[in-house]
């Protein structure tokens, strides 16, 4: 079966430290990979998808990135954050149509 | 620009009713929506969802309805049960396996026993 993994759980950072999250899938290949925030009143936000290995898409600029080193393996990065930047960040994967989400990271940056 | 609206950020219900949560959409490719429901610090899961090519679809207490014409989606919940207080989220794709969802902001519904 497939599963998402998602870490951390929590992070605390301080503003202008760089950022590393990842999520990896297991039990499929070639998947659609996603990152979503999800903001105070804002709802889940697309950052980036990725529909193969090295391929990225970013629908909001700022200062994250994202990279897809393997085909099971999405990361979220930045080189320093913001305090906009805190939220829950969503890692997800589709092959078609709905969604499997991962846990969630959330991150407050202070 | 929002392309899927939820215009109710938080609605209550008393246990053994029903909830009806509704959602709008703007953009007329949309033809695949789907109701996710998200409990605090997780990630959302799946619930129900509906193609465009039909107007409702049931599943155990979850109906969701679709209306085309007016842009206009909701999901019912019969009876409420407060496990089911939780934040739903409304979203759409034009049904392509490449294109993202799109999210509406979510309702917290409260089920009050």
């Known amino acids: 079966s497939q599963t998402i993994h998602q870490w951390p759980a929590t992070l605390v950072q301080p503003v202008g430290s760089p950022l590393s999250l990842e999520c990896t899938v297991e039990g499929t290949s070639n998947p659609n990979l996603y990152w979503y925030r999800q903001a105070a009143g804002r709802g889940l936000q697309l950052l980036f998808y990725s529909v193969g290995i090295g391929q990225i898409s970013s629908e909001v600029p700022q200062n994250l990135s994202a990279s897809r080193p393997q085909d099971r393996q999405f990361i979220l990065s930045s080189k320093k954050l913001l305090l906009s930047d805190s939220g829950f960040y969503l890692c997800?994967?589709?092959?078609?149509?709905?969604?499997?989400f991962g846990s969630g990271t959330r991150l407050t940056v202070v | 620009d929002q392309q899927v609206k939820q215009n109710s950020p938080s609605l209550s219900v008393q246990e053994g009713r029903i909830s009806i949560l509704n959602c709008d959409y703007t953009?007329?490719?949309?033809?695949?929506f789907l109701w996710y429901k998200k409990y605090p610090a997780e990630g959302p899961t799946f619930l129900i969802s509906?193609?465009?090519?039909?107007d409702k679809n049931e599943d155990g207490r979850f109906t969701v309805f679709l209306n085309k014409s007016a842009k206009h989606l909701s999901l019912h919940i019969v009876p409420s049960q407060p496990g089911d207080s939780a934040v739903y989220f409304c979203?759409?794709?034009?049904?392509?396996?490449?294109?993202?969802?799109?999210f509406g902001k979510g309702t917290r519904l409260s089920v009050i026993a």
């Open positions: 997800a994967w589709s092959l078609s149509g709905g969604y499997t």
């Open positions: 979203a759409a794709t034009p049904n392509s396996g490449n294109t993202p969802l799109v």
């Open positions: 509906i193609s465009s090519i039909k």
């Open positions: 953009n007329s490719m949309f033809d695949y």
